[in-house]
């Protein structure tokens, strides 16, 4: 097994071995690991010093900002109140200094009492308490060893836990679930208490020990839970449950919240009361000895554990579950389960989950039930694309001014505050927000601030050229102080000035007006600059189109439309660019008659046309509605060119919105144009750009299709992008 090791951000301590109840589904008592038995009731002095000793010597050597200790059993609360002083104090005093410590402990609850809770509220322990619901679920399983119930003792646990002085300590309720229950009577019950959260945990089974299924359905336990997820949803999801949380963040392309979903690597280890160190506790309902590591706290270090093969085992993501698994859709958000309920004493752990059907029944229920509002609007509609990736430009501003940090001066406080009065009038900072090449400027700058580059600070000074350049669109008679270099003062999406004058370098004042701009030079008198036309030393940005054709920027002035991976031309003639504006022309009417709704998109939302010098563009370093092309030799080259660069830069503005695939890499795919397999990403990028392309290339069709074959089953797609997947499927006219 390679890589670097994952370091264990929390820890299991077990404070004390035996329990007060005698639940007949509790996985260390009742199941196949019987170690309990041999170790000490309570943790030692000398076991919690070696503890806290190895958890700040990991800490420190793996500069984790901070650690998570739950306290455990058997029931922690046993272990009394001086004996858990004694853990908080040496935890907090062994990583003072070093990293955070997030104390919790898991309780059934029965001793809970203000004792304790002083002694929480002292070190900050948060208390998650175990409940089953109303009181006829939890006594199914939670009882005293004579049979009595607990339920009343749990409750007045709860109870003192919601009191105003002790809230600040309630982590939430943990249930583990038995579908012989009612699953809305449990629900209901739980959400009474008002948790902060509510854990839903499947019964620990095996293929060995399988779980049980009372009416012999293959779906029981997601049958249930999802019940569940429609009372809560029909709530407003009223409490944080995680299980759904974490489907649905997977779902979207983030990650699992929960060590049971997800193909996230393990980065736990247990602490058992003799300091021995163990994996994970849930392995003890695989077989006895299942969780031992050889290791204890008084010899070994934590990154001795962190190398063990089970560990690792349970590090490797995809490569860790399997074969079955990998080749599921929804491994991606199910992860193969969690690693116990994989176990059978035949295959070991090369299985899939003893609850794979109800996992895959479960994921695909939330799946279908919540598409519809969880599918990004960017991906279906183009006007709510655009504005959503002018959020992403003025967001980039925000990173701009919060990496310069007052390094901007006087002059960045000065259009900072005036960017933010231009806010109040939106309509006069949109067009030139929306300008693909501001989105460029702003990322170039937030990198170079980030990285420290020499002159980061004075690329991120250009921001008064865009605000002038805003007022004059807008014809705002605001006084704007605009840098100019090299005798040029430049306004994007308008054009730039050549100056003249003995000063190369300066500032120039600049008003809107109803004709173009004023300018004020070094205080001599303003002048009136035109911006329809050249004249002057003006050179505007042109337009191409009219007569059917939409109106382009014909931008061949901008500095920082060199994104496109190929050379940019320079400053068209007035006669070469009246060539390209009838050239496109051609196209874009070609453009209408074989691709009439493609054509109507791309109208609605290209804005920018630069030319380059030759070749495809291969970068897409620019904001949306750019168009990077080169002069092709037909109208049909023309048009196809034209077509392929407005889809890829559509697919690349959705990336920059809305998460359509996740761990990107991890499988591989065949791809129908080409011998070599590919990633997702490239192969929904190929199939993006080749149905789009069907008008003008027989073979793209067939390709398009075979691709989208193959993205129906990829794991890796979201939510959204199994939407973009169904509306190219439409383009293809399969409904």
């Known amino acids: 097994m390679t890589g670097p090791l994952v370091p264990f951000r929390e820890i299991v301590l077990k404070v004390h071995s035996r329990c007060d109840l005698a639940c007949d589904h509790c996985y260390i008592y009742e199941h196949a690991d019987q170690s309990w038995r041999t170790r000490p009731k309570a943790i030692s002095d000398e076991a919690i010093s070696w503890t806290a000793l190895r958890l700040a010597e990991h800490a420190k050597s793996h500069a984790l900002p901070s650690v998570s200790v739950i306290l455990h059993g058997g029931e922690p609360l046993l272990a009394g109140p001086a004996r858990l002083r004694r853990v908080c104090e040496e935890l907090t005093r062994a990583l003072d200094g070093v990293a955070g410590l997030d104390l919790r ?53 709860v ?10 300590l309630y982590l939430g309720l943990l249930c583990t679930i038995d579908v012989a229950n009612d699953p809305v009577r449990v629900y209901d019950a739980l959400t009474e208490l008002e948790p902060p959260r509510i854990d839903f945990l499947l019964p620990h089974a095996t293929w060995d020990d399988p779980p049980a299924r009372p009416d012999g359905s293959p779906t029981a336990y997601a049958d249930w839970i999802l019940t569940i997820f429609d009372r809560w949803n029909q709530r407003g999801r009223n409490v944080p449950v995680r299980l759904f949380e974490s489907v649905l963040s997977t779902l979207g392309g983030g990650p699992s919240l929960t060590e049971s979903l997800g193909l996230a690597p393990t980065d736990l280890v247990v602490v058992e009361t003799d300091g021995t160190l163990e994996q994970v506790d849930s392995l003890k309902s695989a077989y006895e000895g299942a969780a031992a590591t050889g290791f204890d706290v008084f010899t070994h270090a934590f990154d001795d554990v962190a190398a063990h093969p089970g560990v690792r085992a349970r590090q490797l993501g995809l490569a860790g579950v399997s074969e079955t698994c990998r080749q599921c859709p929804v491994v991606r958000s199910c992860g193969g389960g969690l690693y116990t309920h994989r176990y059978s ?19 695909r229920g939330i799946e279908e039930r919540t598409a519809s509002s ?62 693909p090449y501001t989105y460029t400027w702003l990322r170039d700058c937030r990198t170079a601030l980030r990285e420290e580059r020499p002159g980061a600070v004075g690329r991120a000074l250009r921001l008064p050229a865009y605000l002038a350049a805003a007022a004059v669109r807008a014809g705002l008679d605001v006084p704007v102080r605009v840098p100019y270099r090299v005798g040029t003062l430049r306004l994007p999406t308008l054009g730039e000035l050549r100056l003249t004058g003995p000063d190369r370098d300066g500032t120039a004042e600049v008003r809107g007006a109803e004709e173009g701009f004023r300018l004020r030079l070094d205080g001599r008198a303003p002048r009136l600059v035109s911006s329809a036309g050249e004249s002057a030393g003006w050179r505007p940005v042109r337009t191409l189109g009219g007569d059917g054709t939409p109106a382009l920027r014909l931008d061949d002035l901008d500095p920082y439309r060199d994104c496109f991976g190929v050379p940019v031309r320079e400053r068209l003639g007035a006669e070469e660019a009246a060539l390209w504006s009838a050239r496109i022309a051609g196209a874009w009417d070609l453009l209408r008659r074989t691709a009439p709704e493609q054509a109507a998109q791309a109208a609605d939302c290209l804005t920018t046309l630069t030319p380059l010098a030759s070749g495809r563009p291969s970068a897409h370093g620019h904001g949306f509605g ?28 959705l990336l920059e919105v809305t998460d359509l695939y996740a761990q990107d890499g991890w499988w591989r795919h065949p791809a129908p144009w080409q011998d070599a397999p590919v990633t997702a990403s490239e192969l929904l990028a190929g199939a993006y750009e080749r149905v789009g392309l069907v008008a003008f290339e027989p073979e793209a069709a067939d390709h398009a299709r075979r691709a989208l074959e193959t993205l129906e089953r990829a794991a890796e797609l979201t939510v959204s992008g199994q939407a973009l997947v169904e509306d190219l499927w439409k383009e293809t006219g399969r409904g």
């Not at 029965?110 to 089953?132: C, K």
């Not at 035949?346 to 994921?363: G, K, M, P, Q, W």
């Not at 709510?384 to 990173?399: K, Y």
């Not at 001014?401 to 109040?424: K, N, P, T």
């Open 105 to 157: 402990i898991h309780t059934n609850g029965l001793q809970l009492g203000p004792r304790y809770l002083d002694l929480f509220d002292e070190y900050d322990v948060g208390v998650g308490i175990s409940l089953d619901g109303d009181k006829s679920a939890n006594d199914r399983h939670r009882r005293f060893a004579d049979g009595r119930t607990s339920h009343p003792l749990v409750l007045r646990a």
């Open 159 to 168: 109870d003192l836990l919601r009191q105003d002085r002790y809230r600040h």
């Open 345 to 363: 004493s035949r295959n070991d752990f090369d299985n899939t989950s003893v609850y794979c059907t109800d996992l895959e029944a479960l994921i």
């Open 374 to 435: 969880s599918v990004s609007l960017a991906v279906t509609d183009p006007g709510v694309l655009m504005a959503e990736h002018q959020d992403v430009t003025r967001t980039l501003l925000a990173d701009v001014h919060r990496e310069l940090g007052g390094r901007g001066g006087e002059a960045w406080d000065e259009a900072w505050e005036l960017a933010s009065a231009l806010e109040e009038r939106s309509e006069a900072l949109d067009a030139v927000y929306g300008h």
């Open 626 to 653: 750019a168009l990077g092309i080169a002069l092709a030799g037909t109208p049909e080259e023309l048009a196809s060119a034209l077509l392929r660069g407005y889809r890829r830069a559509r697919l690349h503005a």
